[in-house]
Structures are given as structure tokens and as C-alpha cells.
């Protein structure tokens, strides 16, 4: 399986992407500094699963894979801020978060 076809870097981008046009969003509403935090935690998640796999050692790419799960686990800290502050979340956003901690936590373990 190719870099292109590995499923935590299609899921990685796809997220990423659904994360830029929520925040969009968040900034048309004026929540600009959440936004912001959300953006960047969002789309590092993949930038850091790209870079993992064109690590130059196992502790590289374990090391790349842990940035990412910790992007991750800060992605769901802020939707979960933003649901309890009775902001609109994409429906099924938490749970595809939660799929890419679920992912994550499982290619660090088996590395």
C-alpha cells in the first residue's frame, strides 16, 4: 500500500479539509480566536501523519505519530468547548476525531 492509499492519511486530509470549512464558518459567526486554535490543531493532525511517513527512523515516525495523536486529542478539547458553549458542530465531527485517536493510538502501539 502506497503513502496515497494508507487510510490515516486519506482520513488525516479529509478531516483536515472538513476543519477548514467549519472554521470558515466559526469565523463568519466571529469566533476567531477559537477558530484559530482549532484550525491549527485540525489540519496539523495530517501534516504530522504525512511527515511520519517519510520518517528517517521508527522513533521518527513514533515520535510524528505521537505529535499527531496529541493534534488530535486538542481537536476534540476544542469541539467539545464549542458544543458546550452551544456552538453548531458538523455532524459527525467528534466521531470522526474520535476515529483518528482510535487509529493513531493503534499505529503507535503495534510500531
Not at 521508527?58 to 486538542?74: Q, R, S, T, Y
Request: aromatic share 8%.
Amino acid at each position: 500500500m502506497g503513502f496515497q492509499e494508507s487510510p490515516i492519511r486519506k482520513k488525516s486530509f479529509e478531516f483536515a479539509c472538513e476543519i477548514v470549512h467549519y472554521c470558515d464558518t466559526l469565523k463568519e459567526n466571529r469566533d476567531f480566536e477559537i477558530a484559530s486554535q482549532l484550525l491549527k490543531s485540525g489540519t496539523s493532525i495530517g501534516a504530522n501523519t504525512r511527515e511520519a511517513q517519510r520518517g528517517v527512523s521508527k522513533k521518527d515516525f513514533k515520535n510524528k505519530f505521537g505529535i499527531a495523536l496529541k493534534e488530535a486529542d486538542e481537536t476534540m478539547y476544542w469541539l467539545q468547548i464549542l458544543e458546550a458553549t452551544g456552538r453548531d458542530i458538523p455532524e459527525g465531527m467528534k466521531n470522526r476525531c474520535e476515529e483518528l485517536i482510535r487509529i493513531l493510538v493503534a499505529i503507535i502501539k503495534s510500531s
